[in-house]
């Protein structure tokens, strides 16, 4: 075992790869060798749904052994994943499995219902009963334990003939009517029930029945770390021990949490007592709806701290000792992580969890950035950023991109990382790389950014800025004087039914006061409460590890930790800034007894219960003086860089273009990091005036300033363009017709199966999922279900094949075709991960295709929209796909959805030459610029590569041009928007617009 971690993480993504099908090893390893071709050199290994390798077996630890040893080989970073699927702790279900005790718990709070009148029995739950009694309805009064009247009854009656040879069977019949009561149900006769009271019950419930384990782990007994890291862990450490801290750097683990709300293990009242002196077990009621009184806020919050510790010293600290023990990082996140509310519900709090890990991380699954809009992603990334700081890390690392649907652009990936990186997130957990895509895989969790997407070219080029960015940031020391406080205290009041009105006023108050000091460009952290009372003040500031903060901004609050308070009075007397919003806190919690009344507060007492990003600008300390009118839509993150000189980096959270214009200092300017600033900059009077596209990043470093070059336009591009696509031409089959005999037909935007359309099924078990309840096992009332897709042809197309994906069918069907049968019964889902390819003759006029299926179970039918290739043109008119014959393409401004290529995805080349004079060649240096591209393109010139682009501007410097004409290959990556996207089937894409040629000449001050 290599006893040391790797202290250097190597720059650019770090993907999360989906092993989410059967294929070989073999194919696993052109995978890889494919990924480290187009520049990716760090996987993370994640068993995903449709993994067919049985995980945790002899087969999947030799596959995992084969994987690291190619890795090795290529000079790859190999990260594993500790579950399957997600959250962690469960060792893909084997946790419990062995050890049922092992299983979470949570509880739930019933009532009576109204109209059960005294001495009728109320069957309270078939599952167990914690504690029952008398609730009062106002605070100041106890609650009446009547657990010990609660007890097991049956009475659910049957009756039916009994064959006594089921006892003795080697007797005569005797014949008999037998009965009995089934079903096991808790319950109690109900009492008299005194004015100012209800009867209820604390019931115990399994969290994780809809999940793929039909339980979870639970995660607050100290006993089940030792059982996964036995199960899930150690045997990584068999298999490929010898590479950990080398190819294996860390191992990546996602969403472990203590489950279900108001969680339960078996010791906690026994432990809570010790700790807090009194009995949980009858105040258990105060932890739900409404706090009563200052008795139900105290249980609360002494519960939420208990919960809080427990999982600390039960799992984390267990699990980062193990990683440090075998030299890995551990990483990944423990969600969620920008929302104090859900934070409070599951952790409680995030930010003591995260200083634990090797590496701090967050996550974020939606195609979204801090703005006014979403402002509660900011936090996360923060409180990553802030911790490495303060603790001294190295690096803060994200998952970042899933759930951006099939028409997300690269552009917008990259914006989305240079975003998180100005709030402090150095590397990158993708998700995700598929193994494979097919049939209704690809609505995962979609898209695919790996080497079988058409995002793949546009993900390389986002990989190599990363890298780029990384070689110049890693190691730096961001300014950030101002800390906010994080302050989850008062969100350990949530009890499950209350009402959390004032407390998302809160939040979003806490929200916006970090969204407008990076408004401002204000350089922030955020400051753990328990990070900020053991803080040490000097007339420096406060110093919390590393840092040295000036500036403390208290977000509005009702509730504060009473020694939380005490220190920031003794900062605030001590000369450092201390500002409380909304008024400071109402009241204080001590270590026990009610909270109390909060003396007025030290320092700065604003009302407005969030600070306007004006007000920032002013009264702040800003790292940078940003002017343009489009400010406040860029996010900027000075740094002192490892080479000792001042940087920025400034990310464009719009989709619109900007114009910034950044001061100077002193006698110093900013200057365009080499490479890394998007559109142009020049010289003016007051600093460097930027134009920032839609999107756009730049990197700038401090120092004496330097005229910029500029690009003139001198004339526009050839018109004479050819085009070739590099794959077949795609028609996709998604509005479809579909009917089960005996019933109305229906009309369906994409195909979907039988339980999604009719009811007439019969179930013998379901599974609850985040989409409803699913009929796992079923019968059908009728067999006969068929999906048929209609579409135009303008000319006979021979050659074509209709492809249907392992998975994108379930259940025994037939393909018929204007009529005519073309397939015996298939059975789908295949094995393996090619398609079923079925030649196909399109004729002129209407073409049908009908699937017949012989259903069985109401999960049969098609999953998915399906396909046809071939060589054949596909536009679309009044919203449906008209198939035409072959052509050759030309190129078109209005891109492929006007070149007859409406469905397709994948690569297209554009061809043409420009001419130039030698004189024009001369010492001078030129550029090629475009309008717009979706997705990608990559640029030759004379045999020469220019590049991959895919963000604005579209714009090569060219390198190898000559006198007279040079000929120009320009090869554009789409999306995969127009074959995949359930929602947006006609996305902009290829080359859009026109082209210029640009020369540079030398800057002028304007």
């Known amino acids: 075992m290599n006893p040391c971690k790797a202290d250097h993480l190597r720059g650019g993504l770090m993907p999360l790869w989906m092993l989410n099908d059967a294929s ?6 052109a995978y890889l060798r494919r990924c480290a071709a187009g520049g990716i050199r760090s996987l993370t290994l994640h068993p995903r749904a449709g993994n067919l390798i049985p995980f945790a077996s002899d087969e999947w630890f030799g596959m995992i052994d084969a994987l690291v040893a190619e890795a090795s080989r290529l000079d790859m970073k190999l990260w594993l994943y500790d579950e399957d699927p997600y959250p962690s702790g469960a060792a893909g279900g084997l946790v419990m499995a062995e050890r049922p005790d092992l299983k979470a718990r949570a509880l739930v709070f019933k009532p009576a219902p109204a109209n059960l009148r005294p001495g009728r029995l109320w069957f309270i739950d078939q599952r167990r009963v914690v504690w029952a009694g008398l609730v009062p309805r106002r605070g100041g009064m106890p609650a009446r334990d009547l657990t010990a009247a609660v007890g097991p009854v049956r009475a659910d009656w049957f009756s039916t003939e009994w064959d006594s040879r089921y006892y003795y069977s080697e007797t005569p019949l005797f014949p008999c009517v037998r009965g009995g009561a089934v079903r096991m149900f808790q319950a109690m006769r109900v009492p008299e029930i ?8 604390i019931i115990e419930e399994t969290p994780g029945t809809e999940g793929p384990w039909g339980s979870l782990p639970d995660l607050l007994n100290p006993e089940t770390f ?11 450490d068999r298999a490929v021990g010898g590479h950990f801290g080398a190819t294996v750097p860390g191992i990546f683990t996602d969403e472990a949490k203590p489950h279900g709300g108001t969680p339960f293990t078996g010791d906690l009242f026994e432990s809570f007592r010790t700790r807090f002196g009194y009995e949980l077990r009858t105040r258990l009621h105060q932890l739900f709806g409404d706090p009563l009184d200052d008795e139900a806020v105290r249980a609360r919050l002494d519960y939420r701290l208990w919960i809080r510790d427990r999982f600390l010293d039960g799992f984390v600290r267990p699990y980062r000792a193990w990683c440090d023990a075998h030299a890995l990082h551990l990483v990944g996140h423990f969600s969620p992580e920008d929302d104090p509310i859900q934070e409070a519900v599951c952790l409680p709090a995030v930010m003591p969890v995260m200083k634990t890990m090797g590496l701090p991380g967050c996550d974020v699954i939606v195609p979204a950035v801090g703005d006014a809009k979403a402002p509660t992603l900011n936090l996360g990334s923060l409180r990553v950023g802030s911790i490495k700081s303060q603790t001294g890390r190295r690096y803060g690392v994200s998952e970042s991109q899933a759930l951006g649907e099939w028409t997300i652009v690269s552009r917008k990936t990259r914006q989305i990382y240079a975003w998180q990186k100005v709030l402090g997130i150095d590397r990158f957990y993708t998700h995700g790389f598929y193994s494979s895509n097919d049939g209704v895989t690809n609505y995962e969790a979609p898209p695919d950014y790996g080497p079988n997407s058409s995002l793949f070219r546009g993900t390389g080029a986002v990989n190599a800025w990363l890298e780029s960015c990384d070689a110049v940031m890693d190691g730096g020391v961001e300014a950030a004087d101002v800390a906010v406080l994080d302050n989850v205290l008062p969100y350990w009041t949530w009890g499950p039914g209350m009402d959390t009105k004032a407390l998302e006023r809160d ?69 450092v800034r201390v500002v409380w919003l909304g008024g400071g806190p109402a009241r204080l919690a001590g270590p026990s007894g009610a909270p109390v009344k909060a003396p007025a507060p030290a320092g700065e007492v604003l009302r407005a219960a969030a600070p306007a990003a004006a007000w920032c600008r002013a009264n702040l300390p800003v790292q940078v003086e940003l002017r343009g009118t489009g400010r406040s839509d860029c996010f900027a993150r000075r740094f002192r860089a ?39 900059t020049r010289r003016v009077a007051d600093g460097l005036r930027w134009e920032v596209p839609a999107m756009g990043n730049g990197c700038f470093v401090l120092g004496a300033p330097e005229e910029q070059p500029l690009w003139r336009p001198v004339r526009g591009g050839s018109r004479a363009v050819a085009f070739d696509r590099l794959g077949p031409n795609l028609l996709r089959l998604d509005a479809c017709r579909i009917t089960l005999k005996g019933r109305e037909p229906l009309e369906r935007p994409y195909p979907q199966p039988f339980w999604q359309c009719f009811d007439a099924y019969r179930t013998m078990e379901r599974l609850g999922t985040f989409c409803g309840d699913l009929p796992v096992e079923s019968t059908v009332d009728e067999s006969d279900l068929r999906y048929e897709f209609v579409f135009e042809s303008r000319a006979a197309v021979a050659g074509a094949r209709l492809v249907l994906d392992p998975r994108c069918a379930r259940g025994a069907f037939s393909v018929w075709h204007n009529g005519r049968r073309l397939t015996e019964r298939l059975a789908f889902p295949r094995e393996g991960i090619a398609p079923l390819s079925l030649p196909l003759a399109i004729r002129r006029g209407t073409n049908r295709l009908t699937f017949r299926f012989a259903a069985r179970g109401a999960m049969d039918g098609l999953l998915a929209n399906l396909r046809i290739e071939g060589d054949f043109a596909v536009t679309v008119a009044d919203g449906r796909a008209v198939v035409a014959a072959a052509k050759t393409i030309a190129a078109d401004p209005g891109g492929w959805l006007a070149m007859g290529l409406a469905h397709y995805m994948g690569d297209g080349v554009y061809r043409w030459s420009e001419t130039f004079a030698a004189e024009e060649l ?40 000559r006198a007279g004409a040079n000929m120009f290959e320009l090869t554009v990556s789409s999306t995969a928007g127009n074959a995949l996207s359930l929602r947006d089937p006609a996305q902009p894409q290829g080359w859009l617009g026109g082209s210029r040629l640009l020369r540079r000449c030398n800057g002028l001050r304007l």
């Not at 030792?226 to 990584?236: I, N, Q, S």
């Open 922 to 961: 001369d010492g001078a240096a030129w550029a090629l610029e475009l309008d717009d591209v979706t997705d990608s393109a990559r640029l030759v010139v004379n045999g020469v590569d220019q590049g991959t682009r895919a963000w604005a501007p579209w714009r090569w410097p060219l390198q190898g041009l």
């Open 507 to 575: 939040r979003r108050a806490w929200w916006l006061t970090i969204l407008h000091a990076l408004q401002a460009h204000v350089g922030i952290h955020a400051l753990d409460a328990d990070d900020a009372r053991e803080g040490r003040v000097t007339p420096a500031g406060l110093v919390v590890g590393a840092r040295t903060y000036t500036t403390v901004l208290v977000p509005r609050a009702a509730l504060m930790d009473e020694a939380v308070f005490r220190k920031l009075q003794e900062t605030a007397a001590a000369g």
């Open 194 to 201: 005194p004015a100012g009271f209800r009867l209820a019950a």
């Open 24 to 29: 070989t090893v073999a194919e696993k390893i």
């Open 642 to 680: 490892a080479d000792g000189r001042e940087r920025l980096l400034v990310c464009n959270l719009a989709e619109a273009p900007r114009t910034l214009t950044l001061a100077g200092e002193a006698a110093q300017g900013w200057n365009p990091e080499d490479g890394l600033v998007d559109g142009d």
């Open 226 to 236: 030792g059982v996964f890291a036995r199960l899930g862990l150690e045997p990584y």
